[in-house]
């Protein structure tokens, strides 16, 4: 039985620059854990910067943006592995100004 509220939709928020090819690696990882616990995982990020230029700022704002909007739609932020980037930890001020749940995942310890 799932520790997790079951049937929400779940923003999934994880590091990207650091070593991108890792980060999207795990990032598929957390989003296969939450259709395992019963969980709606909703990652746009993982879209927008495999079909945006995350290395031009104005571009990246604008996808931030975007993901914002999209989080403020959602139930439940799920902050990802070790890694606080800053655009995660805009994700983490935005759903804490909404009073969204926010838990912290890490699937190498086992946190969830």
Request: glycine share 6%; with cysteine; charged share 30%.
């Amino acid at each position: 039985m799932s520790r997790m509220t079951n049937g929400k939709v779940v923003f999934i928020a994880h590091a990207y620059r650091g070593d991108p090819e890792v980060n999207l690696f795990d990032t598929e990882r957390y989003i296969r854990l939450a259709i395992q616990e019963g969980q709606h995982p909703c990652c746009p990020w993982y879209a927008m910067v495999r079909s945006l230029d995350d290395m031009d700022e104005s571009i990246r704002r604008k996808g931030l943006a975007a993901n914002l909007e999209i989080l403020s739609r959602c139930d439940i932020l799920w902050v990802c592995g070790k890694e606080i980037s800053s655009g995660v930890s805009e994700e983490i001020h935005r759903a804490e100004g909404l009073r969204l749940p926010v838990i912290y995942v890490d699937l190498d310890a086992e946190s969830f």
